[in-house]
């Protein structure tokens, strides 16, 4: 998180509301695996492994690095219990690698049964969809920002005209190679198969929502803007930046949304036939510098979520998921062996270690002690003979 911008700091009462919500939100990096879901029974002892679970996992912690799988498996996926021959924790694994490689449920089957991918595909996408989706509502909506955030850091870093501008909201097209027909699926800005999605940020280039993906050609960022509900993920007193593309759908999204139109800011449109005023010109002039100030966070999510998924600060437990057969503790005195993998492996060696250095000095003083126990026999053999 930047603490200075340009030659002004932080403010106090900012670095204090930051330092709030990883208080608030973030604890969960010091605590410990949670339990397994419980369930009533078990309808075998040992479960088998996913082929080549380990490679999933490499390009896992490659794509991701520790954090974000471990925040995944700890506060999303373990809510629920998807039954079946492998293990819960393989299970989220071979999901989440699903979606971050793109794979297919075909292509899946390389792994496991495609009927056992599908019940895990469809238990989470549709039997809990609810559940899960409420949860990751919640996180993004708490875990990156707050009203009082946002309001202070756009005051902090926004151009005069434009401090009272707490969300930016821009499409996104990414590459796509199957599913709808490629016709439909044709991006101007990628020149080939895409799906664009509507990304909200902050001024700190946080995340704060998303709408759903869909086939470029038949979705414009107009169109998209009115059907992902954003009166429901902003606040009365937000105010979302549009760009041009978004303008003429700006009077039906007040209306359906029930917005104001100081929630919303917007280049001024030209008219037909008539030019902008001067002053009309200047504003288009300055919304786009300003606009401008978001344009790497929204050309590169990959890269700003690599800023934040904290690949260098991680302790053994972020990683424990690496570890061949791990699962999800079942028994509290077995959450150190199965959440702390790492941390034994080097207890163990430390103890092997330590243990070699102990036998080195006993052995030292043990060889002390016979050589003073027979000096101290021969002074009693002597004392006993003077006696």
């Known amino acids: 998180m930047e603490t200075t911008f340009g030659d002004k700091p932080m403010p106090k009462k900012l670095v204090r ?75 989220g694994i071979a999901f989440l690698y699903f979606f971050v490689a793109g794979e297919t449920m075909d292509s899946m089957s390389q792994y496991m049964p495609k009927s056992t991918f599908h019940v895990i595909y469809s238990t989470f996408l549709k039997v809990e969809r609810a559940m899960f989706n409420k949860e990751i509502k919640r996180c993004f909506a708490s875990m990156f920002s707050s009203l009082e955030i946002r309001i202070r850091t756009s005051n902090w870093k926004n151009p005069p005209m434009f401090k009272h501008v707490t969300i930016m909201l821009d499409g996104h097209d990414s590459r796509a190679s199957y599913g709808e027909d490629k016709a439909a699926m044709y991006s101007f800005k990628l020149k080939k198969s895409g799906l664009r999605t509507q990304v909200a940020i902050d001024a700190n280039g946080m995340v704060l929502f998303a709408s759903k993906s869909a086939p470029c050609r038949d979705n414009n960022d107009g169109k998209m803007l009115l059907e992902m509900g954003i009166g429901k993920k902003i606040d009365s007193m937000d105010c979302v930046a549009l760009d041009g593309g978004y303008t003429l759908h700006i009077p039906d999204l007040l209306e359906k949304e029930q917005l104001e139109e100081h929630n919303v800011c917007f280049p001024v449109r030209k008219k037909r036939m008539q030019p902008l005023h001067e002053v009309e010109t200047n504003f288009n002039a300055m919304f786009g510098g300003f606009r401008s100030m978001s344009e790497d966070t929204f050309g590169d999510l990959m890269k700003t979520f690599k800023k934040f998924n904290n690949k260098e600060i991680d302790i053994p437990t972020h990683r424990a998921w690496m570890d061949e057969g791990v699962d999800y503790p079942r028994e509290r005195q077995l959450a150190l062996e199965l959440t702390q993998t790492v941390t034994v492996q080097y207890k163990l060696e430390s103890g092997l270690e330590l243990q070699r250095m102990q036998e080195e000095f006993l052995g030292l003083d043990v060889a002390s002690d016979d050589d003073e126990q027979m000096s101290n026999a021969d002074d009693d053999n002597s004392s006993v003979a003077s006696l």
Not at 50 to 75: C, E, H, N, S
């Open 17 to 91: 509301l930051f330092a709030g919500l990883l208080e608030d939100e973030w604890a969960f990096l010091d605590e410990p695996w949670p339990m397994c879901p419980k369930i009533k029974t078990f309808h075998r002892s040992e479960f088998k492994q996913i082929k080549r679970i380990q490679d999933m996992k490499a390009a896992l912690m490659k794509r991701l690095g520790p954090i974000p799988v471990f925040f995944f498996l700890t506060k999303i996926w373990g809510k629920h219990y998807f039954p079946g021959p492998f293990n819960l924790l393989e299970n």
